[in-house]
Structure formats: structure tokens, C-alpha cells
């Protein structure tokens, strides 16, 4: 069994859940690395496929135009900062869902 994900909910509101999450990724810039996203679906328990899905990605090493830093790498830490769009959302659980994301090793 391999764990592929982890989904780290923060709240929600209406039929929609926001949350963070994460993904193991190999064959990108980076090589391996774990993706960060923050994540919602909406209208949960409707349409065809029960949820629609949208999210935004981190830039975890920078702030660029490029994907190349936005993955946490092997031997790093990165603390997962609220977004603008979370801290309108709901500032007071943003704020209290900080996850440290620590990466040891990954298997390509």
C-alpha cells in the first residue's frame, strides 16, 4: 500500500470543503517532491461525479512563474502559510491550520 496524498481539511462553508493537499510527484521539475495545494470542492453531494474540484498550488522554495519551486524537496520543511483566498474565506480557521510539511525521503 503507498500513501499517494493527504488531505488536511481547514473548514468549510455551504456544500463546500477547503482544505490542503498534499501529493507525492515524481518526473517534474524538481524530479520528486510533494506538491501543495489548497483545495476545495464544491457542491458536495450533487452533480454527476458527487463534487466538482478546483485548486491553487504553492510556490514552496520562491515566487515564481515557474512550477520548479513548488515542491517541497527531500531533506526540507515547509510550513504552510494561509492564502488570501482562505484568509477571506474564513480567517480565524486559516490562521489556526498551520501544518508543517517535513519531508524525509521519497521513492521515485
Given at each position: 500500500?503507498?500513501?499517494m496524498?493527504v488531505?488536511?481539511?481547514i473548514?468549510s462553508?455551504?456544500?463546500t ?5 498534499l501529493s ?7 524530479k ?6 489548497i483545495?476545495?470542492f464544491d457542491n458536495i ?6 463534487a466538482?474540484?478546483?485548486?491553487l498550488?504553492y ?5 515564481t512563474d515557474t512550477t520548479?519551486?513548488s515542491?517541497?524537496l527531500?531533506?526540507?520543511c515547509?510550513?504552510?502559510?494561509p492564502s488570501?483566498?482562505?484568509?477571506e ?8 491550520v ?11
Amino acid at each position: 500500500e503507498k500513501l499517494m496524498g493527504v488531505h488536511i481539511p481547514i473548514t468549510s462553508r455551504g456544500s463546500t470543503l477547503y482544505s490542503y493537499w498534499l501529493s507525492y510527484r515524481s518526473g517534474n521539475p524538481a524530479k520528486i517532491g510533494l506538491s501543495v495545494h489548497i483545495s476545495w470542492f464544491d457542491n458536495i453531494g450533487g452533480g454527476q461525479f458527487g463534487a466538482s474540484y478546483n485548486s491553487l498550488n504553492y510556490d514552496a522554495h520562491g515566487d515564481t512563474d515557474t512550477t520548479g519551486d513548488s515542491f517541497v524537496l527531500p531533506g526540507t520543511c515547509y510550513h504552510i502559510s494561509p492564502s488570501m483566498k482562505m484568509l477571506e474565506i474564513d480567517p480565524l480557521r486559516s490562521i489556526q491550520v498551520g501544518p508543517v510539511v517535513c519531508v524525509d525521503n521519497l521513492s521515485e
